[in-house]
């Protein structure tokens, strides 16, 4: 079984070998047409020229926090694939468009100078034609490329694109930290208006009482004195907890139900069941992307696919839901311990008052609640001054690497792709031609392929003549050797003594069975043959 694979091996690779030789002009005019036919349209094809800039986008913190020290976050996996879906954005590439105005600039380039394209016109274009962004696995470097047939157009295009980009992710990073900002120099206007009443107030009770150089800051070990004291200290803390907490919760209830889910992180939303629910969610949803343009809409994967995405985003806003009822009931519950303790300090200052320093226990208590209100107003200047401080501290999540500068040397098309391509492509079309022109051939052309074919033995093989009739010698033993072995073969081929009848035919008129029948009789008779020749096709 080995030796008969082996030698159908080779008989298939004698085949093929004896095909390419058998047809190598027209193998060779094949590759030669697809070749010079290749060379000519690269020849007139236009000329694309690469403008390449390369970023390092790091993700960004996720919140300003104001009564807490910041932390980075958790590495996201999908961060990459969202900026290259927001540097191929209109939010980047419109303003692009209108900084270099692309719109009049492509239609030159197309073609039509002096129309001006519309932006999403140009848009379109930029994105099908011209940018391709591309980035390393495991890696936070981002590629801008550009094709144009401009090499400045596409390095002024590449560059402003990473301009425009750093700028949006700039801004983005420092929004939510702009809006901490806001609400503390609002608080700290607040408190300032607190202090400045309690401040009128001391002096109102300092006159009342005709109170002077009293130490404000001495120490009694009077027992209600200092638990005033402490009820007075737990108040700021928990005031300024639910401070915190409001702006935590109101913030989180101005953000728009669609865009919570990109705030889902392990610093604003420590929920792990959240995280959990997002990652499933992302995974659904990458899943779908999967199976859409493979399968149907009515294909029962996609179905089920579409299904459990929506499930998993359902479920995932109802803990959303819940997160932001979790944040009221924080603050609510934070608001009423210090409405409580404030219940409690005012029931304790009454009590206060009542004792026996009831003349000098009101001052106190003011000038108390004076250095509380000023302790509380300076943490907030403190607080304030210290994020103003590490905001003006440059904390870039983008690094512009390079300037992308015009190309000398166009890129597309490239004549080396471009040769080695055809010339594969042409020995393919080449080759692939000859064998089929072989396959369909059926016409003989040795005495292998008539015995293989019909599965028969040749009894001879008659030379072709131009005019057999005229050249016919019998004399000439070159000539009537042919006749001679056929005439040899029949006799082996048949019994000995005994009377036979061949007929020859052919496929059509003029093809020699006449002339070889009447040579062939000649022949027999001049043996001492008795033969009768009848010729129907004389």
């Not at 079984?1 to 058998?22: C, E, P, V």
């Amino acid at each position: 079984m080995t030796l008969s694979a082996a030698s159908k091996d080779s008989a298939s690779l004698a085949d093929f070998l004896r095909i390419l030789r058998q047809r190598q002009a027209l193998v060779w005019l094949i590759l030669g047409v697809v070749l010079i036919t290749t060379l000519i349209v690269t020849a007139f094809l236009p000329r694309w020229y690469l403008a390449t800039t390369k970023i390092r986008v790091e993700k960004p913190e996720s919140e300003m926090k104001l009564f807490s020290a910041q932390a980075s976050g958790a590495y996201d996996p999908y961060f990459l694939q969202d900026q290259f879906k927001i540097m191929q954005s209109e939010k980047i590439l419109y303003p692009v468009i209108a900084r270099l105005g692309l719109g009049a600039k492509l239609a030159t380039e197309l073609g039509a100078p002096g129309v001006v394209l519309p932006p999403a016109t140009a848009y379109r274009y930029l994105l099908a034609k011209m940018l391709r962004i591309e980035s390393q696995r495991s890696s936070s470097l981002i590629e801008i490329n550009v094709y144009s047939q401009a090499p400045a157009l596409g390095a002024d295009i590449a560059n402003d694109i990473a301009v425009v980009y750093s700028e949006d992710r700039i801004a983005l990073a420092t929004s939510e930290q702009r809006e901490g900002f806001a609400k503390l120099r609002q608080e700290l206007v607040t408190q300032e208006a607190s202090v400045s009443a309690q401040r009128d107030r001391v002096e109102k009770l300092r006159k009342d009482l005709n109170i002077s150089g009293v130490d404000l800051n001495a120490r009694y070990s009077d027992m209600e004195i200092e638990t005033l004291r402490q009820m007075q200290n737990s108040m700021i803390v928990l005031s300024v907890d639910a401070i915190g907490r409001r702006t935590r919760w109101e913030r989180f209830r101005s953000i728009a139900v669609e865009d919570r889910v990109g705030l889902v992180n392990s610093e604003l939303i420590p929920d792990q069941n959240i995280q959990n629910l997002l990652q499933a969610y992302l995974i659904a949803d990458q899943k779908l992307t999967q199976l859409k343009p493979r399968l149907g809409e009515a294909h029962p994967d996609l179905i089920s696919a579409v299904d459990n995405r929506a499930k998993i985003k359902e479920q995932l806003d109802a803990q959303l839901r819940g997160y932001e009822n979790s944040l009221e009931i924080a603050y609510k519950e934070a608001d009423a311990r210090v409405t409580e303790l404030k219940r409690q300090l005012a029931q304790a200052k009454v009590d206060q008052i009542l004792s026996a320093r009831d003349r000098m226990r009101p001052f106190e208590e003011a000038a108390q609640k004076l250095d509380d209100e000023t302790r509380l107003l300076t943490t907030l200047k403190l607080t304030l001054r210290q994020r103003e401080i590490d905001f003006q501290v440059p904390k870039r999540t983008i690094e512009i690497l390079n300037t992308a500068e015009p190309a000398r040397f166009p890129t597309r098309p490239s004549w080396p792709l471009n040769i080695a391509f055809a010339a594969l492509f042409g020995v393919v079309l080449a080759v692939g031609t000859a064998v089929l022109l072989e396959y369909f051939d059926t016409s003989f052309r040795d005495v292998a392929d008539v015995e293989t074919r019909l599965r028969l033995p040749v009894l001879g093989i008659i030379p072709f003549q131009s005019d057999p009739l005229d050249q016919a010698d019998d004399t000439d033993p070159a000539d009537t050797e042919p006749y001679r072995v056929l005439h040899t073969n029949l006799n082996l081929a048949l019994p000995a003594g005994k009377p036979a009848c061949f007929v020859v035919v052919s496929a059509g008129p003029g093809e020699g069975k006449s002339t070889t029948l009447h040579r062939l009789a000649r022949l027999m008779a001049a043996g001492g043959e008795r033969v009768i020749l009848i010729d129907a096709d004389l």
